[in-house]
Nanobody, 125 residues
């Protein structure tokens, strides 16, 4: 599967953005998809994830209640709605996919074999 992330931009603190991860390939519904982000000088960190059927979602503590992950398997697309954005949410956001990641390991970037190119989110104060 190939992934392409888009939707990033410059937004003021408190604002919102919607990121899109478009996938090409077959059997998209068999892939768990996650969003990670990387701020300058920091390690890549988990943001949110969804199982293949979209019925199960997971969030980092820092994004829970502010971000919402969803997917449309008919369109081979996963969305990440960012709300109540903070300056510390700034970074490059990547989507990643895996057919094999287990529940307990969904927050680990090394468990995803397919990655999009990233989209930059900048939150200004």
């Amino acid at each position: 599967v190939q992934l392409q992330a888009s939707g990033g931009g410059l937004v003021q603190a408190g604002g919102s953005l919607r990121l899109t991860c478009a996938a090409s390939g077959r059997a998209f519904r068999t892939y768990s998809v996650a969003w990670f982000r990387q701020a300058p000088g920091k390690e890549r960190e988990f943001v949110a994830a969804t199982r293949g059927n979209g019925g199960s979602t997971y969030y980092a503590d820092s994004t829970k209640g502010r971000f919402t992950i969803s997917r449309d398997n008919a369109r081979n697309t996963v969305y990440l709605q960012l709300s109540s954005l903070k300056v510390e949410d700034t970074g490059v956001y990547f989507c990643a996919a895996s057919q094999r990641v287990i529940l307990s390991a969904m927050t680990l970037a090394t468990n995803y074999g397919y990655w999009g190119q990233g989209t930059l989110v900048t939150v200004s104060s």
